[in-house]
């Protein structure tokens, strides 16, 4: 897409973050439009993760707004809901569940009705893995899973936290390549990670960098 389609789809304005009696950021102001792709740098404790979460409506910020389509998210949460998916820190994979129920659950939640599971996971590499228990499958295969459902969403806000996390090479290559498709067709990624990207240049690249406040 060019710059010329691209439209605003989420925005900060002003925002502040306290934790614990701390300044993690304050007058926090950026706008992401559809084509971007947003990587959120800065040392541990800065304040990323919280960042992300402000961004999809799940922590309240000390001051300030975050903007969907130029209207507060308090205001369409509804609307804002159906165009974010969100993925934190942790895989949120349920041990007791197999990794094509996992994924079934998160789709079926997200109002997916018509889907193939299996033929979803096969996009991360879990062909053979679908029966298994997600308690038994490693690190990266829990993370897989839950990046499944990246593979089938209408969502045009995506917003990952630490993504990569267990990932080795070529499934981060993979990801990368689908975040590019992602932006191209409209979307945004806005994304955590301590990796470098290989695939996406850095013109393509954009980066918001928080700094660790001592006081």
Request: hydrophobic share 40%.
């Amino acid at each position: 897409m060019t710059k010329q389609d691209s439209i605003a789809l989420l925005s900060a304005s002003g925002l502040t973050c306290i934790r614990e009696e701390r300044i993690l950021f304050d007058e926090l102001s950026f706008t992401i439009n559809s084509g971007d792709i947003v990587q959120i740098e800065g040392p541990n404790g800065a304040g990323k993760t919280s960042l992300l979460r402000i961004l999809a409506g799940l922590s309240r910020p000390y001051a300030g707004e975050v903007l969907y389509l130029d209207e507060a998210i308090t205001r369409c949460r509804d609307e804002f809901n159906e165009d974010l998916l969100y993925l934190g820190h942790l895989a949120g994979v349920k041990s007791e569940l197999t990794a094509e129920e996992n994924l079934y659950f998160n789709l079926r939640v997200s109002g997916y009705d018509q889907f193939d599971a299996r033929d979803i996971l096969s996009n991360v590499n879990l062909t053979g893995f679908e029966d298994a228990l997600a308690g038994h499958l490693s690190a990266g295969q829990h993370r897989r899973t839950a990046l499944a459902r990246l593979w089938h969403t209408n969502s045009r806000i995506w917003i990952l936290d630490e993504p990569f996390t267990a990932i080795d090479k070529r499934g981060v290559a993979e990801l990368e390549q689908l975040f590019l498709q992602h932006a191209d067709n409209g979307g945004c990624v806005i994304v955590t990670t301590h990796q470098d990207m290989g695939i996406i240049s850095e013109e393509r690249l954009r980066k918001i960098r928080l700094e660790y406040r001592f006081v």
